[in-house]
């Protein structure tokens, strides 16, 4: 399945506006149903914090941004969509309710369920097309965390499955297809056993819940984050491996540390001790200053793992792959070549600047870069001819800094090639401001290169044969100031 460009969403509670946010954020359109008059403040304070986390999360092109309608019935929310998402509170009657209504005015659509527990058996039961409902249970953010686990029912069609699945690697997620039903599927059966054991040592007074939170967030949930449980516990069985570790340690789980058979009575005594120990810890932030605080801090580790090409990380960057070589927003769609061709568009990010607010000189270089893998896209270099084992590697830059700007001003960027022919590429970049004015200048020349061998090496025919065409229609366009200057050079 493609990325599709309509997708209903019915409820808009912490997981819908969360889908409808990682939605948007993919270009996708969202019809939207949720009888809570406060829906469109809520939602619009979500959108503003997802906004501001993927600004900060990927340097690749963002897609042009969908839109969220409003409206007034589930009827219409629905009507002629391929997808809903179905995000409204966890009973079963009202979900049965909703599917008869979603039913009554579309019988093609699939329907993801977001419930975090209930089989999609169950929520089929009183379906009249039972085959395209599935369970697709994210987490929470909805639109940074990728892990979204798909659950089919007894009834729902293997096709509706694979490609649901599809979709969801479109829009920069993990699916977890969990083939057997089981309450709760995997993930909240973990969360469920660590919250138990959580509520017993605030219970017994063992700890405060800033200090289990602590505990976790200090120690194994770091590990947990990058390497999940299984894989941190083949480390510690050292050069022995796993086997050695159960061997070890496998005898404590007969030892009675945990209360994981049993739970504390939540006595209105040890719900306001948690609620007061909740307000001391974290009370003085409101909600929406705690969700940006808590998208920052994964954004970090999502870029962290993506530089260690491990985990998460790899699930961005393959998003980020796909999001290049689309080139969404990047430049002219379908660009003039016998001009200088724009190959950035943006605004300067407020991570980009320096202590006194102007974009950095690594920023610049980094703009230059991207602005080159978008020319080489746009000939045919792309993750599937890189993967075939052709590149371009820089071999040399040149780098004029003409004049500052600052965080949230538009930018752009024009490309020259200068030489296009055989194995050399030579760019000239110019980096305007978006009212035109010019703020620096890269020169670049590039090596094609066999990636087998790490030699260079002649380009593939279609590559070398567009790369031809528009060195061919540049070179009738005057030399632009600046092509050739070195530091010192005199002007």
């Known amino acids: 399945m493609t990325i599709l460009s309509e997708v209903a969403v ?54 042009k941004k969908g839109k969220v309608h409003h409206a007034a019935t589930v009827a219409e ?18 979900k049965r309710r909703i599917y008869a209504e979603i039913e009554a005015a579309n019988t093609t659509a699939t329907i993801a369920s977001s419930t975090s527990g209930i089989l999609p058996t169950d929520l089929q039961a009183e379906m009249a097309h039972p085959g395209r409902l599935i369970v697709a249970h994210p987490f929470n953010p909805v639109y940074l965390l990728p892990l979204v686990e798909i659950v089919g029912g007894a009834r729902t069609e293997p096709g509706v499955i694979a490609a649901a699945c599809a979709f969801y ?77 159960i061997e070890q340690f496998g005898p404590c789980l007969a030892w009675p540390w945990t209360k994981l058979t049993d739970v504390p009575e ?13 307000d001391a810890q974290s009370g003085a932030y409101p ?14 580790i999502l870029q962290a793992l993506k530089a260690q090409d491990w985990g998460a990380g790899r699930i961005l960057a393959e998003h980020e792959k796909r999001l290049f070589d689309l080139g969404a927003q990047t430049g002219d769609p379908d660009p003039d070549t016998s001009r200088p061709i724009r190959t950035f568009t943006g605004r300067v990010a407020a991570d980009w600047t320096d202590y006194n607010g102007h974009m950095n000189e690594a920023r610049y270089l ?80 590039l090596l094609h290169v066999n990636l087998g061998t790490r030699s260079a090496s002649e380009p593939g025919s279609h590559v070398a044969e567009l790369l031809g065409r528009i060195a061919a229609q540049h070179a009738e366009l005057p030399v632009p100031e600046g092509v050739g200057r070195a530091v010192g050079q005199p002007r």
């Open 10 to 63: 019915i409820g808009a509670g912490v997981i819908g506006a969360g889908w409808v946010a990682r939605l948007v954020e993919n270009g996708v359109n969202v019809s939207l149903y949720d009888p809570d008059p406060e829906t469109p403040r809520k939602l619009g304070e979500i959108l503003a914090n997802a906004d501001h986390a993927y600004g900060r999360l990927t340097l690749a092109p963002r897609p």
């Open 77 to 94: 929310a629905v009507a002629g969509k391929p997808f809903i998402v179905e995000a409204v509170p966890e009973r079963m009657d009202l």
């Open 169 to 245: 690697e479109r829009l920069g997620m993990k699916p977890l297809h969990i083939r057997k039903e089981i309450p709760a599927f995997i993930a909240d059966r973990l969360l469920e056993a660590v919250w138990r054991e959580g509520l017993w040592l605030i219970n017994d007074e063992i700890c405060t819940t800033e200090e289990l939170d602590d505990a976790i967030r200090y120690g194994f949930g770091l590990r947990w984050a990058q390497m999940g449980l299984f894989e941190t516990y083949r480390i510690a069985g050292g050069e022995a491996g796993m086997k050695h570790f």
């Open 266 to 278: 939540l006595t209105p005594e040890l719900v306001n001790r948690i609620a007061e120990q909740s």
């Open 287 to 300: 909600v929406r200053a705690l969700e940006r605080i808590r998208d920052d801090n994964l954004v970090a």
């Open 366 to 445: 980094q703009v230059f870069a991207d602005a080159t893998d978008a020319f080489l896209r746009l000939i045919g270099v792309d993750a599937a001819y890189v993967q075939a084992g052709g590149s371009y590697f820089t071999v040399e830059s040149h780098l004029r800094h003409l004049d500052e700007v600052r965080a949230g001003e538009p930018v752009r960027v024009e490309t020259r090639v200068l030489e296009g022919k055989g194995k050399k590429l030579r760019l000239f970049h110019q980096f305007r401001h978006g009212d035109g004015h010019l703020l620096a200048t890269g020169e670049h020349m």
